[in-house]
């Protein structure tokens, strides 16, 4: 109906537990909650137009952090809730929205793009595997899984995305139409729509990186051409350490020094040797997904067995004790896991 402006407005919760998130949300007074976003009536398009804080082919760009989905329990979320309304008395509308996820950040070859999966760019999960679709609250008319497409239906409609367990910058991007007759208002992107780019960067924050350098204690495993993870070294600090304080023993001991073969992935999440995007214990580092784990050759660096890393004698029973390790096996013929929560 003329006379009236609509503004678009769009916000995203977190999912519970998420800390980061979730002091955001705290820091906004509940009265900004919503993020204002205009549509005006015919009568003001030209005023619009002419104003530049109103200005066309505006998106809406935004980075947010997630943690990937662990192998077990529920997955983690992105949630989105998108209305329109009425800029003049807050009264939500009916718009057209369509929101969709477009695929992993380019270039695409890059591990901060790709989370250090140099394989199957065109697979790459963008969606956990047990929903495989986004969820809408609404009526959502397209059968395409990765895409939402409805109406608000004069309320806050929610979109959910349940974030796949591989680590990867997912983009997702959301497009609302107002009604017909009424118009764009603030941050359009055209005279009728407004237009959002979600960058969802999933990945565990803060794992550092262990080189091996030739005064260290360790060595790594030799980094082959082709290889599909070629930066599996990346841990917690606390995984660090403590990899320098048992190789340094087992150095000591033994005038060798033990050959690191895998820790987990620059932003973790699942490691699929397999290349497959799944994990079980017979293909995968099933565990190697938060940065708490390291796998050491069966071989040290001369070529010698590490002989289950000599875990009974004293100076190495107190080096895994200082280092705090929860869990530790020696796989006959095998690798030795380590793992430092
Ligand atoms: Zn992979
Ligand atoms: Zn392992």
Not at 43 to 59: H, I, K, N, S
Not at 221 to 232: F, N
Not at 254 to 272: A, E, H, Q, Y
Request: glycine residues 8%; charged residues 20%; proline residues 7%.
């Amino acid at each position: 109906m003329a006379g009236c402006l609509v503004t678009i407005a769009d916000e995203f919760r977190t999912t519970p537990g998420h800390s980061a998130a979730r002091a955001v949300i705290a820091k906004k007074p509940q009265a900004m909650r919503t993020i204002a976003r205009g549509f005006v009536l015919p009568f003001l398009t030209a005023l619009c137009v002419a104003q530049p804080a109103f200005g066309l082919g505006y998106v809406e760009e935004r980075i947010i952090f997630k943690e990937p989905s662990l192998p077990k329990g529920d997955p983690v979320k992105d949630e989105r809730y998108i209305s329109c309304y009425d800029i003049y008395t807050l009264r939500l509308q009916n718009c057209s929205l369509t929101r969709q996820i477009t695929g992993i950040k380019d270039p695409r070859t890059s591990p901060f793009n790709n989370g250090g999966h140099n394989h199957g760019f065109d697979s790459h999960p963008l969606i956990h595997p047990a929903s495989g679709a986004l969820q809408f609250s609404g009526t959502d008319t397209d059968p395409a899984p990765l895409v939402v497409r409805g109406q608000t239906q004069n309320t806050e409609v929610k979109v959910t995305h349940p974030l796949p367990r591989v680590a990867g910058k997912i983009m997702v991007e959301s497009t609302l139409i107002s009604p017909p007759r009424w118009f764009c208002a603030a941050r359009c992107f055209t005279l009728n729509s407004w237009k959002d780019k979600d960058t969802i960067d999933v990945g565990m924050r803060g794992l550092v990186a262990l080189f091996a350098a030739p005064s260290d204690d360790f060595v790594f495993k030799p980094s082959l051409a082709g290889d599909t993870h070629p930066q599996a070294n990346y841990g917690t600090e606390r995984l660090v350490d403590a990899a320098r304080i048992i190789s340094k023993v087992y150095r000591e001991k033994t005038n060798r020094k033990p050959r690191i073969t895998d820790m987990s992935l620059p932003k973790g999440g699942m490691f699929d040797l397999n290349n497959q995007w799944f994990v079980d214990k017979n293909n995968g580092h099933v565990s190697h997904h938060t940065g708490n784990d390291v796998d050491f050759s069966a071989l040290d660096d001369g070529g010698q067995s590490i002989n289950c890393f000599l875990e009974s004698t004293r100076k190495m029973k107190d080096a895994f004790g200082k280092t705090k390790a929860t869990f530790k096996q020696c796989y006959k013929n095998g690798h030795y896991h380590i793992r430092f929560p």
